[in-house]
């Protein structure tokens, strides 16, 4: 029977699963915008195995900071300042981030796309103005202040296809790409048949593939779902009820493949009350974010005698308004904030934090009163 090995087979196992196109590898993202005017990005990171494997970590990296992409081989990345603080999820012990929000409220996101991605081709005349998949969140984080921005520059840095070196792997990545800002604007950045494809995304919902076209058409597949309970109805002389309620929403997929994701956190964040306000909104953030997380076990891949569970590793709420950045890990499941603005005015070197440990949960019993 197949079995969770040691840490060293468990290891291997993902980097060599990792090591071609792999749909495991995968993430969810939504917004909640509020009535007052607030938007808050949301980003869940799943892939799963040993903790000290992906090493997921909140990194902070101020104005100032000196950064490289990378490159093929013969090929010279781009090497850039940043211009803006931010912080965001750290991984794989990797400088480049997977997602985050800069000081200007500006928020993105990798996702993986295995399968439908082509990034561009570069030549010795696009050196030091080349990076790689992985390099993109990072890129436009620290270098622009709106989505708006982001669309004008797309065109200005060649995204190319390169083998990412972790762990003394070389992995392929293919990814797709979010961005959001306080104003409510949100895009989709793809790289299909080897060009940047730029979507408008008014529901703000990305999973991974296929792409985020058909992504969208699939949606066609679902109107009939509603948020009103069926009524009664009567077949001949007996009269059919509903069992209970949410029957309007009878058929949403509820498995954990990317277009059911997609499908079922456009349903929940288009279904949910509006948020009037801050408060609120931050409260519908965290609940759809855990709505639609999962834990280790549900979805798995058995390689020989191996088995490889993804789980959602990662959760970050990024409230673009007040530039406070929220997450929570799958082994310390209190959500705790980082104020970006506070970091931005104060703190001038790079800062890393483990999110796997904090306070123990405390216990209650002081905060009990007398019932009379």
């Not at 940043?82 to 012990?93: C, E, I, L, R």
């Not at 202040?145 to 992995?171: M, P, T």
């Not at 349903?267 to 997380?293: D, V, W, Y």
């Not at 104060?346 to 123990?360: E, F, R």
Request: negative net charge.
């Amino acid at each position: 029977m197949p079995k969770l090995g040691s840490f060293f087979q468990v290891v291997t196992v993902i980097i060599s699963t990792l090591a071609i196109a792999n749909p495991l590898w995968a993430c969810s993202s939504f917004r909640v915008l509020t009535e007052d005017g607030h938007n808050f990005f949301v980003f869940n990171f799943e892939l799963g195995g040993p903790r000290d494997l992906i090493e997921t970590r909140v990194v902070y990296y101020p104005a100032g900071t000196e950064l490289t992409g990378s490159a093929p081989d013969q090929l010279e990345p781009a090497s850039w300042i940043s211009k803006y603080a931010v912080v965001g999820m750290g991984w794989f012990d990797q400088p480049m981030l997977a997602g985050g929000m800069n000081e200007h409220g500006l928020s993105g996101a990798n996702l993986n796309l295995p399968n439908y991605t082509t990034y561009q081709d570069a030549t010795e005349a696009d050196d030091g103005n080349i990076i790689a998949g992985w390099d993109v969140p990072t890129y436009f984080l620290t270098q622009f202040k709106s989505v708006q921005e982001v669309r004008e520059a797309v065109q200005e840095i060649k995204v190319v296809f390169s083998l990412w070196n972790v762990r003394g792997f070389k992995l392929p990545i293919e990814f797709h790409y979010t961005f959001h800002d306080p104003s409510g604007d949100s895009i989709v950045l793809e790289y299909i048949d080897g060009e940047p494809k730029i979507y408008d995304n008014e529901l703000g919902v990305m999973t991974n593939s296929p792409d985020f076209e058909w992504q969208r058409v699939n949606l066609n597949n679902y109107i009939n779902l509603t948020t009103e309970d069926a009524p009664a109805r009567q077949v001949a002389d007996v009269t059919l009820l509903a069992t209970g309620t949410g029957s309007g929403m009878l058929g949403l997929p509820g498995d954990y493949t990317p277009p059911s994701r997609f499908v079922r956190t456009v349903a929940l964040t288009q279904t949910a009350i509006p948020a009037k306000t801050h408060a609120e909104g931050l409260m519908s953030a965290f609940r759809i974010s855990n709505a639609i997380s999962f834990p280790e076990g549900p979805a798995r891949q058995i390689i020989g005698d191996q088995v490889l569970a993804g789980k959602t590793d990662f959760q970050l709420v990024a409230d673009t308004g007040n530039r406070v950045m929220y997450f929570r890990d799958y082994d310390y499941p209190n959500w705790r904030s980082v104020d970006l603005g506070t970091l931005a005015d104060n703190a001038t070197s790079k800062m890393i934090l483990d999110p796997s440990q904090g306070p123990k949960i405390s216990n209650a019993i002081s905060d009990m009163l007398p019932l009379r």
